[in-house]
């Protein structure tokens, strides 16, 4: 069974401000309004979501409650505010991650029940209202790999691989500990 | 006023090595000096050479070398390298260089290589320790590896993210062919590493530093500010210049150059200066 937790800064994410700052700075006709930033863990585990909140529960450097906040994922993107902002999220995964094996390891031998951790960054791009998805997607997908540069950012085209993903409205979430 | 050729040596916000470099400089007989990453491109026209130094620019936010490679500055950076002009970024500087696109620099402007998290059999995350380096096979046509021989040089690393990756079409021949191979990890005596700890990080081709195809540019993962003198050299360290290292009295210890120094005294003599 796979789960998929999404963990994010209670204050204001550092590299989302960055992000934004950069984007406006040098491709402003593509920079979005707000940027959002989550850490995503994708677990496969044989244990049901409670054991995985256990698991979650005792690992600080997955989910640290004093600074963020967690919900699991029943979609592909985390529910945002309804501010009236035109959401799209780029998924950035390293091709070949040692912190995912990493993890992998640990919590397999830890007995958890858990047989892989895949982690990745999710940069939900907030456009102006009235955006269009087609447009969202085009500029998300403008931003997202860094081919040149002046063109793209937040991945690299050699060791990442980036996928762009629109909301649908379908999201929903459970809230796990540190909320 | 000085006629030594100048030598500017940017410091982003988080840069942590810019002083000791632009000393290194100075030592060898350029002037080295420090620029912010907001000075006007018009204050460093004047200048002979660049050198990106290490550290954590922008916090290493979205990625190591990400954000610093999108300033305004990094543009009299490319310009300039364009020309031909020198151009060195260390440790995190490298990392600037390979997200700017001026290395490998086959398309130039074009992202074709990455500095990925350190992962090798063996070991994963960050890692500081003193491994060799040797120059690659047309290395010397470089300003900065002019005067390397083909011995061991030992220097520091302190990275996490060092591993050079290549699109999967990239060979180590296509490499050499390309001029690209400025640096390559060995063991003490020279030979090419194979593996864990010889190549720290499970770098592409045991890769240290990589050129562009004029060779004015390069990008390195070891800190050769960090061994420019004897004195910094551990004295557990195999080989020669651990041995040097040992038998170094105080005075020698003072004024004896350490393994780092070639790379500044090649842009020295590169720029015609005379020792």
Request: aromatic residues 8%.
């Amino acid at each position: 069974m796979r789960h998929v937790l999404a963990v994010t800064l209670k204050s204001p994410d550092p590299a989302a401000i960055t992000a934004l700052g950069a984007l406006a700075g040098f491709m402003p006709g593509s920079a979005p309004v707000r940027i959002l930033r989550y850490e995503v863990w994708e677990f496969e585990a044989e244990c049901d979501r409670d054991s995985i909140v256990r698991t979650v529960d005792r690992y600080p450097d997955i989910l640290n409650p004093n600074k963020q906040r967690g919900a699991f994922l029943d979609a592909e993107l985390p529910p945002v505010a309804g501010d009236g902002l035109v959401w799209a999220g780029v998924r950035v995964v390293d091709n070949s991650s040692g912190a995912s094996e990493g993890w992998t390891s640990l919590l397999r031998k830890a007995g958890t029940g858990i047989s892989s951790v895949k982690l990745s960054v999710l940069w939900m791009l907030g456009y102006p209202p009235g955006t269009s998805a087609a447009d969202a997607e085009r500029m998300a997908g403008e931003t997202a790999v860094a081919v040149g540069r002046t063109r793209g950012l937040l991945a690299n085209p050699v060791s990442q691989a980036a996928s762009i993903v629109l909301m649908d409205g379908s999201s929903g979430s459970d809230t796990v500990s540190g909320v | 006023m000085s006629a030594r050729p100048r030598i500017a040596v940017i410091q982003f916000p988080g840069s942590n090595c810019e002083y000791e470099t632009a000393r290194c400089l100075s030592d060898a007989g350029l002037e080295g000096y420090v620029r912010r990453w907001n000075t006007p491109a018009s204050e460093l026209e004047s200048c002979d050479a660049f050198v990106l130094p290490g550290g954590f620019s922008f916090q290493d936010r979205i990625r190591a070398g990400a954000v610093a490679a999108k300033e305004r500055v990094t543009d009299s950076v490319f310009e300039a390298a364009c020309a031909g002009k020198p151009v060195l970024g260390i440790c995190n500087g490298a990392q600037i260089l390979v997200e700017c696109g001026l290395v490998p620099g086959w398309e130039c402007g074009r992202v074709e290589a990455a500095l990925a998290s350190n992962h090798i059999e063996g070991r994963t995350g960050y890692l500081s320790a003193w491994i060799n380096v040797v120059p690659g096979p047309s290395a010397s046509r470089s300003p900065w590896l002019g005067l390397a021989s083909s011995a061991a040089i030992p220097l520091p690393i302190a990275h996490a993210e060092g591993r050079f990756m290549f699109s999967p079409d990239v060979d180590r021949a296509r490499l050499d062919e390309s001029l690209a191979t400025g640096l390559v990890y060995a063991d003490s005596s020279g030979a090419e590493a194979t593996g864990y700890p010889d190549n720290p990080n499970g770098s592409f081709g045991a890769l240290a530093g990589l050129l562009n195809p004029a060779g004015n540019v390069l990008a390195m993962m070891p800190h050769p500010e960090r061994a420019f003198n004897l004195w910094q050299v551990p004295p557990a360290l195999p080989g020669p210049w651990g041995d040097a290292r040992r038998a170094a009295g105080r005075e020698e210890l003072r004024g004896n150059p350490g393994p780092g120094r070639v790379f500044f005294e090649s842009l020295a003599a590169f720029l015609g200066v005379s020792r």
